[in-house]
């Protein structure tokens, strides 16, 4: 037998799940695209580095004058690279966000059916709530009585009962 609060703390935990889940897809994406950029610094010191030693080891001045299409050339593919690097974790974000939007609904629809079941019982969900709210019309039905107003509730059958009730005292 399942408990009365087990659908609404399904619903409550299937909504914390999700977000958890979401936060951590977040906090994910954002260290791949920080390696992204870590690794695109490194490559671009190594070009530094190698661009150095290609000026002072430029023997002559032919050599010197193919340095600028040399470093083009490097630094187009450093760019297409990085690009293709963006993509990857674009598109791995894109897929973990579909999934996991997936994963959501599956569990609301599992929730939902929770509820169902149990509203179809004869220990439903509003039992309970109803049972409570029924109990404070009946205490403020009996206010007026108790304050010493006198004045009559406005159900009729309630304040027969009240009646029956102080005369049988």
Do not use: Y
Request: proline share 3%; aromatic share 6%; glycine share 4%.
């Amino acid at each position: 037998m399942t408990d009365q609060t087990d659908a609404p703390f399904a619903f409550f935990s299937a909504s914390c799940e999700a977000g958890l889940r979401a936060l951590t897809l977040m906090q994910e994406s954002r260290e791949r695209f920080l390696e992204i950029q870590l690794d695109a610094i490194r490559r671009d010191i190594k070009t530094t580095h190698e661009v150095g030693a290609q000026l002072a080891n430029a023997s002559d001045f032919a050599a010197f004058a193919a340095l600028p299409v040399t470093i083009l050339r490097n630094e187009a593919e450093h760019c297409a690279q990085l690009m293709q690097a963006w993509m990857s974790l674009a598109i791995h974000n894109q897929t973990a966000m579909v999934e996991q939007m997936r994963e959501a609904g599956e569990s609301w629809q599992r929730c939902q059916a929770t509820g169902l079941q149990q509203a179809g019982t004869s220990a439903s969900m509003v039992a309970p709530v109803q049972a409570l709210f029924e109990k404070f019309s009946q205490a403020a039905a009996w206010k007026p009585a108790l304050n010493g107003t006198g004045a009559e509730p406005a159900d009729s059958t309630l304040a027969a009962s009240r009646k029956r009730t102080i005369h049988a005292s």
